[in-house]
């Protein structure tokens, strides 16, 4: 089984930053694509960010210009460094991955979730 443990969250005034993190272990063969998605109280979860393994990005409109996300391959690690916070990026953060385990089995993962909560 592969495992993502998210790190980072906290509560944060409008305009400010933070860092999550998210670190794949277990069972790890590769991972192919990460991504962050997020949901506020009432509503779905939205996609925020998503990285393929050579480094290409996408972004939400909403994050653009705000929001960086990076990878580190060889410690299975993704980044989310947000900046620029406003109230409404306040949700819960998940971190996604999908790749093969040391089995070589194609599989789709999630954390548990971080909270950020952005205070106006």
């Known amino acids: 089984q592969v495992q993502l443990v998210e790190s980072g969250g906290g509560l944060v005034q409008a305009g400010g930053s933070l860092r999550l993190s998210c670190v794949a272990s277990?069972?790890?063969?590769?991972?192919?694509?990460m991504g962050w998605h997020r949901q506020a109280p009432g509503k779905q979860r939205e996609l925020v960010a998503m990285?393929?393994?050579?480094?290409?990005?996408n972004y939400a409109d909403s994050v653009k210009g705000r929001f960086t996300i990076s990878r580190d391959n060889a410690k299975n690690t993704m980044y989310l460094q947000m900046n620029s916070l406003k109230p409404e990026d306040t949700a819960v953060y998940y971190c996604?991955?999908?790749?093969?385990?040391?089995?070589?089995?194609?599989?789709?993962?999630w954390g548990q979730g971080t909270q950020v909560t952005v205070s106006s």
């Open positions: 996604n991955a999908n790749g093969y385990s040391d089995t070589y089995a194609y599989g789709n993962y």
């Open positions: 277990g069972s790890i063969f590769r991972i192919i694509g």
């Open positions: 990285i393929t393994r050579d480094g290409s990005t």
